[in-house]
């Protein structure tokens, strides 16, 4: 494999990112119309998402097993024709019940079959550059919001939610079907042209990971990162509106955020090659909590896209930093495994947001008490990463 070919992988990597990510996140369109067309609760709504992320959490150590044993390809493949199945039975659905059970079981089973096996392959295609190579792939799934949202949108106001939902099913067996061919296990040495060191492709065991203070810092740092930023990214738009911001306007806070969260991603993954990710990742925790607790004295649209701007970059760029750590600390030999365990605790954290931020709307009709207390989240996530313990000599000379 060339270098071409390499950052082929990274390619796939961004574009499956974006399709499965931005399909799970457009629900936060759907939200508001569904609602009114079908009497549900925005909690009951919203706690289709809570699903997604619990079952996430649960799958992603499945998929990383399987992807380290036969190869992240088969894994991904079965990911997509699961994705689009969940989509299109969950446009169909005609109960509260019904639509938790596909939207959310289904969706966030095939969504958990792309994150852990895509990022460890990308790490293990890279020596130098890894930063860089796994931030793109990242900035893939920050295009979501920039891509799927708005289409999305568009649907729900041309025809209904319904139609749209099962539009953005079919698409995503279109789009990632083909997109699978291009993802290939990582060779058994170091890539052509790398400066390779001597136990680049080894590692930890599993056993030994889940037994190192490093993957418990590492993993509850990124459960009270994901448990600051889920709440204000899913209600974002429902807020946008309650301040009296137009729908389609409000999508298009979702997509600043987006955007700022691509370049946050290349610029954090860029800052984490050149000085460490431990120093990058503390100053990425400590701005996304600050602009949380910012969002809630904003009112207007200018104040939102400034906010949504820092606020993208710092939750988007901190995210593909875990991945490097992870890599850092643990070798490459369990990678989709350990990634996958770490995946559960946050994807526990991103499942709290969304309902908690529902029942605080429909509780006392606002999202003050959401964006205050998701923000002494972040400082805490600040606090857990500032214990980062050093890396090792042999790690160091293998990262």
């Not at 904003?298 to 992870?326: D, K, N, T």
């Amino acid at each position: 494999m060339t270098n071409f070919n390499r950052w082929l992988v990274v390619f796939a990597g961004a574009l499956m990112g974006c399709v499965a990510v931005g399909t799970m996140f457009s629900l936060a369109v759907f939200l508001e119309p569904l609602s009114v067309d079908t009497g549900w609760s925005r909690a009951g709504i919203s706690s289709a998402m809570t699903l997604n992320f619990l079952i996430m959490g649960v799958a992603g150590i499945g998929w990383g097993m399987l992807s380290d044993r036969f190869g992240p390809r088969a894994v991904v493949l079965a990911g997509t024709v699961l994705l689009g199945l969940a989509l299109v039975l969950a446009s169909r659905a005609t109960s509260l019940l019904a639509f938790q059970l596909t939207f959310g079981i289904l969706v966030g089973l095939a969504s958990s079959a792309f994150f852990a096996p895509v990022i460890a392959a990308v790490t293990g295609w890279f020596t130098t550059h890894r930063g860089l190579a796994v931030s793109l792939v990242s900035a893939g799934m920050g295009m979501a919001p920039m891509t799927i949202s708005p289409f999305a949108r568009w649907l729900i106001s041309a025809y209904d939610w319904r139609f749209a939902m099962l539009v953005i099913g079919i698409g995503a067996w279109v789009i990632l079907l083909p997109t699978t061919l291009l993802i290939r296990r990582p060779p058994a040495t170091a890539p052509a042209g790398a400066a390779a060191e001597a136990g680049e492709t080894g590692g930890m065991t599993m056993q030994d990971t889940l037994r190192s203070p490093q993957f418990w810092i590492l993993a509850l740092t990124f459960f009270a990162c994901c448990a600051a930023h889920s709440g204000p990214i899913f209600h974002m738009v429902s807020y946008a509106i309650v301040c009296g911001i137009s729908p389609m306007a409000a999508v298009s806070i979702y997509s600043v955020e987006g955007l700022a969260g691509l370049g946050g991603r290349l610029l954090l993954g860029v800052a984490a090659d050149r000085i460490g990710v431990k120093p990058v990742l503390v100053a990425g925790l400590l701005a996304q909590a600050v602009v949380i607790a910012a969002y809630s004295v904003v009112s207007q649209l200018e104040q939102f896209y400034l906010l949504a701007l820092v606020f993208g970059a710092a939750y988007g760029g901190v995210m593909p930093l875990y991945a490097v750590l992870a890599h850092d600390y643990f070798g490459q030999k369990s990678l989709g495994a350990v990634l996958g365990a770490a995946t559960m605790l946050s994807s526990i954290g991103m499942a709290l947001g969304p309902w908690i931020g529902g029942w605080i709307y429909d509780t006392f009709q606002n999202y003050a008490w959401l964006f205050i207390g998701s923000s002494i989240v972040g400082l805490g996530a600040v606090a857990i990463a500032l214990a980062f313990p050093p890396l090792t000599r042999r790690q160091v000379q293998t990262a």
